[in-house]
């Protein structure tokens, strides 16, 4: 089975700042693992993925990722957050074996206030 | 939002109607996949389909049911067996089977039962 945590319902980051949204993994094998944002009554968009190799992973807007296997961890960073920015993100999980499916974390909001 | 279109963005339905939401793609991606959102939940898989004339249950598949008859193409039905039909819906695409594909997103459709 796999699994995803997104321990915060909301992160609260002052426009500037930089942010990280947290999320750790549970599988069974090596892990790929991406990031999507969410706009109001919007669909999900991607942001970034970790597949193998370096474990910094640079993605859309100036989100990164890194990768951190004895953690089992893949938090979403940015050095400096704007207020548009502000929004839903979701981290998921997917294994290679056989034809696994998406497993995505319950999400985090973050708030980014001017 | 990419090539995916879901029809239509709102969607109401009376308790006992089964109601069809569509979902096109013009990315000629073999794989997509219907998530149902609620509240606090992340996004549960429903039904997803690897390829045309076949497709597989999700983590949530009872009360609903799909059809994959061309590529572009994976309406969803939900049917008055679904007790809690009331949540966003979003389909996505993805190039193939393999884990590493990012999925695309719909812009999702509401459904509210009355």
């Known amino acids: 089975a796999q699994s995803v945590a997104q321990p915060e319902d909301q992160v609260n980051v002052a426009e500037g700042n930089p942010l990280t949204v947290k999320c750790t993994y549970s599988?069974?094998?090596?892990?790929?693992l991406f990031w999507y944002v969410q706009y109001p009554n919007r669909g999900l968009q991607f942001l970034l993925k970790?597949?193998?190799?370096?474990?910094l992973v640079k993605g859309s807007y100036g989100f990164e990722a890194e990768f951190n296997k004895s953690q089992t961890s893949f938090h979403l960073k940015k050095p400096s957050a704007l207020v548009s920015d502000s929004a839903l993100y979701f981290c998921?999980?997917?294994?290679?074996?056989?034809?696994?499916?998406?497993?995505f974390g319950k999400g985090t909001m973050l708030l980014v206030s001017p | 939002d990419g090539g995916i279109t879901q029809s239509p963005k709102y969607l109401f339905r009376k308790e006992g109607q089964n109601v069809t939401l569509s979902c096109e793609q013009n990315l000629n991606h073999d794989a997509m996949y219907w998530y149902r959102q609620d509240p606090g939940q992340g996004l549960r898989l429903i039904y997803y389909?690897?390829?045309?004339?076949?497709?597989q249950k999700g983590d949530i598949a009872e009360g609903y049911s799909v059809s994959r008859e061309k590529k572009e193409s994976f309406p969803l039905t939900v049917t008055s067996a679904q007790k809690n039909p009331t949540a966003f819906y979003l389909c996505a695409s993805s190039m193939g089977q393999g884990a590493t594909n990012e999925q695309f997103f719909g812009p999702g459709t509401r459904l509210t039962v009355l």
């Open positions: 998921a999980v997917r294994v290679l074996a056989g034809y696994s499916t998406l497993t």
């Open positions: 389909s690897q390829i045309v004339n076949d497709f």
């Open positions: 599988v069974s094998g090596n892990p790929y």
């Open positions: 970790y597949i193998t190799g370096d474990n």
